[in-house]
């Protein structure tokens, strides 16, 4: 059993940045998706258990880095030049192959934290 708790969310303006963290009970592959308002969750990054190998949705490559503290058995996302369609709530999950885009394909979930982008 793995226990996820995110922070870091918020409301900006477009351009601005935002760093979502996910501290988990334990070391494995983890992963962050997003789900807006009438939309499927969706894929955005995904990084494996030494950090070595990061994936990440086409829709955010060269804006989102993920990263991770494994002293801290944290992962974090930072997110540039933030665009009001990535406005949604964001859920860290563990649990999965770290190149696995399905959300199905993950055990653990976090509870979920909003961010929302102005225009």
């Known amino acids: 059993q793995v226990q996820l708790v995110e922070s870091g969310g918020g409301l900006v303006q477009a351009g601005d940045s935002l760093r979502l963290s996910c501290a988990a009970s334990?070391?494995?592959?983890m992963g962050w998706f997003r789900q807006a308002p009438g939309k499927e969750r969706e894929f955005v990054a995904a990084i494996n258990w030494s950090g070595g190998n990061t994936v990440y949705a086409d829709s955010v490559k060269g804006r989102f880095t993920i990263s991770r503290d494994n002293a801290k058995n944290t992962v974090y996302l930072q997110m540039n030049s933030l665009k009001p369609e990535d406005t949604a709530v964001y859920y860290c999950?563990?649990?999965?192959?770290?190149?696995?885009?399905?959300?199905?394909?993950?055990?653990?979930w976090g509870q979920g934290t909003q961010v929302t982008v102005s225009s």
């Open positions: 999950a563990a649990g999965g192959l770290y190149y696995n885009k399905t959300p199905k394909g993950w055990g653990y």
């Open positions: 334990g070391r494995t592959t």
